[in-house]
């Protein structure tokens, strides 16, 4: 009899999809009951049955850009033209993808004493946006500088939230800096 497969990781169902910055998608999934992780952490989400695949497979790595107190799973990412997200983009809400225990050691320093300088260019901000938020949820002490650069405003995913983080949490620092703001139609 050959060995049953054992299911290995968490199904979590598709709840709302938001465009977060231009060609930039944040996918909210329900945090599967005993989904645990640790902000800065990432995990293998697997499309199961998508309509297209390609010789990258069905899985990728995302950071977990929701944080640990909130009662959703989000990720973030830009969205390219693979099978990947072309499958992931129109996904009904309520399809289930498979979640893998999130790992990674991408995370804040337990000793407070010393300043956090946080560096990310566009969707990396994805570990950083959890971290800051946790860190404001718990009240941790931690200086935290987050340096963010982008392109353009529409280029970055989450800036209003991390601008309304800034001001309600005295220990974060955001220093944003635009490279091609002439380019901006927010100017
Ligand atoms: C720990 C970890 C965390 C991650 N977190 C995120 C996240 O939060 N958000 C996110 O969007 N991605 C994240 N990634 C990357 C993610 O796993 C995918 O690799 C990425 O999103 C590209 O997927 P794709 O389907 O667009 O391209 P793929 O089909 O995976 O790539 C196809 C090929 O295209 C090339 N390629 C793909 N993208 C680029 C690029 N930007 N520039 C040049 N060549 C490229 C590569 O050579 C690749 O072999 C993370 C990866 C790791 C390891």
Redesign the pocket.
Known sequence: MAAQEIPLGYEAKLLNRVEVAED?MAFHFEKPPGFEFRPGQ?SDLTLVNPPES?S??NV??????SAPFEDRLM???????????RSLKPMPIGTAVKVEPA??S?TLNKASAKPAVLLAGG??I??FFSIVKQADHERLPHELHLFYSNRRPEDAPFLESLDDLEKRNPNFHLIATMSEIRSSERK
């Not at 990728?60 to 850009?65: C, E, G, H, K, L």
């Not at 990720?75 to 997200?85: H, N, S, Y």
């Open positions: 930039t990432s390609d990258e497979g990728r790595t995302f950071s977990i850009a990720f973030a990412t830009r969205m390219r033209e693979t099978a990947f997200k790992t990674g991408f969707i990396g994805t570990p």
